[in-house]
């Protein structure tokens, strides 16, 4: 999933403001480590700019893994936002200020 991602963000000449729905998910085959190896190879990355993550959640199995990889981020250029809809992640990106409705 990671490099597909990265490839698609290759393609772009501006980096994009991201969403990823876990709200289909009904179990997560990922653990600790799987997260840490993801997190660590996206705080690597650079950007053209600040980037917005908004991640979908609906349940709390969903909402643990979003704030493990959350508190695991350490790429100053990825601002993570945990949301209950695509509504309000849509909503936080077209806030100028960046801040959200939490």
Known sequence: MAAEAEIAEASHPVSLDRITDLTAVECFDVGFRE???FAIRRSAQ???RMVK???VVQDPDQHGIARVYEALNENP???IRILRSVTEATEWFADPKGESNE
Do not use: G, P, T
Request: charged content about 10%; cysteine-free.
């Open 77 to 79: 250029q990825i601002q």
């Open 53 to 55: 993550s908004a991640i």
């Open 46 to 48: 650079r950007f053209s």
């Open 35 to 37: 997260i840490y190896y």
